[in-house]
């Protein structure tokens, strides 16, 4: 009766909200409330992300991937090496971005018809939580219009508009449309202006010019990631108490509330950890610093294939109640797409088990039959040891499908990682690296069974004498 109770007390707190947390029979110890702290970081940590992400994304006055709430930005360009808001971007399409906002009233999202372009456009919940993907795979290249509700909307939609709802009243979409490099910008760019949205309210209204203002108090010039790394335990878990407000857990993570609720963070209430007791406050404040790093290190623990490479898995985009893989992700590749849209196969070492450097020569060599098999495209993105692109003499951040590489006699293909330019003859087929440690992606857009299901793997990369 008493767990009947205290899931009845939660439930109300979500639908209704701030509730008073059940009173403990037993005080938290410091060791319980560091052994919940653990948890409770690796639970919070997409969504402070998240939130420090959109607080830099939607401050008007900046470009790119910037715009004010329920307003779609336009990448007119790939990323360069200046490019810092999100953890290894792509330099395979243009991104179309929108932080939408539905808590008070539905969003009209119109898509365009991209004529049997490549292009998926997902929806992110705050939890980074990929809850819906339009597109090729999905709905086709055609366009159209759909509505984004809240999770406690109800009303009506104009006849005929399909109904997403989102499990958080914030969120993110990621468009991306396929862009065959920068002589592809024109056409892609025309593609985008067919993106628009508006609020049920405004449907079929001229709308005004939105206003634009700018917080000087957001910090513009520090990556998210590296703000939430820097933040003090006090402020991380304050942040994420009022951004889970309007943002509530998923239906699946009751035993984490019920956890939480122990130490005092209960949805709907604030959370200011030096008014807690000094045991809870000592518990957290050695529990974040062990459960960032914990998140940061996770892919060492990630299996390797036979030839170096790491598996991240099918558990993208989509987690469950893998709180430990969702946050990786966040940290090492905000807003990563499902597998069944894309896969990101990273290798951090050579074939010999080695870290890669830019001190050292590689070739990937694939053979005529063991291409990476996808069905729209596929690239090899290279990124420094912050996981950003690097500036390079060609401004080339990946290779590719797409681009003119040059082919062996057999139909085999050798890609050359390196940093000096290999010369003339190789040049096409050259992926520049730095000159310190670096890591890489091997994208596959629409992958193929065997690559899913893990029957295909990328071949070792050979380390040149």
Sequence with gaps: MKMLLALAAMAAALLTGPVKAAPETAPVTEEDAYAIGLEAYTYAYPMVLMEVTRRVSTNAGGDRMRAPMNQFAHMKAYPDASFKDVVRPNADTLYSTLWFDVGKEPLLLTLPDTRGRYHVVPIMDMWTEVFAA?????????????????????????????????????????????????????????????????????????????????????????PPADQVARMTPAA??????????????????????????RIGLVPGQSFDLAAADPA????????????????????????LTKNGWVALGNALGVYGNDYLQRAFIGFAGLGALPPEEAIYPMVPLDGEGKLLTGAARYVLHFDKENLPPADAFWSLTMYGADQFFVANPIDRFAIGDRDKLHFNADGSLDLFIQNENPGAEREANW??????????????????????????????????P
């Design 431 to 464: 992926l520049p690296a730095p000159d310190g440690p670096f890591t890489m992606n091997l994208r596959l857009y629409l992958p193929r069974r065997e690559a899913l299901d893990g029957r295909w793997t990328p071949p070792p990369l050979r380390r040149l």
């Design 236 to 261: 991380f878990f304050a942040l994420f108490a009022e951004t889970l407000k309007r943002n509530p857990p998923h239906a699946s993570d009751y035993a984490m509330l019920l956890r939480m609720e």
């Design 280 to 303: 809870v406050e000592r518990g957290l404040t050695r529990a974040a610093a062990d459960a960032y790093r914990r998140i940061a290190e996770r892919r060492r623990g990630l299996s």
């Design 134 to 222: 339009l597109g090729t795979r999905t709905t086709g290249n055609g366009g159209g219009t759909v509505a984004l509700v809240g999770p406690r909307w109800a009303g009506k939609l104009p006849k005929g508009v399909r109904m997403l709802r989102s499990p958080t009243e914030q969120g993110w979409i990621i468009g991306r449309i396929q862009t065959n490099g920068a002589a592809d910008y024109d056409h892609v760019h025309a593609l985008q202006a067919g993106f628009a949205a508006a609020p049920l309210s405004q449907s079929g209204k001229s709308r005004p010019a939105q206003e634009v203002s700018f917080d000087p108090g957001v910090d513009m010039k520090t």
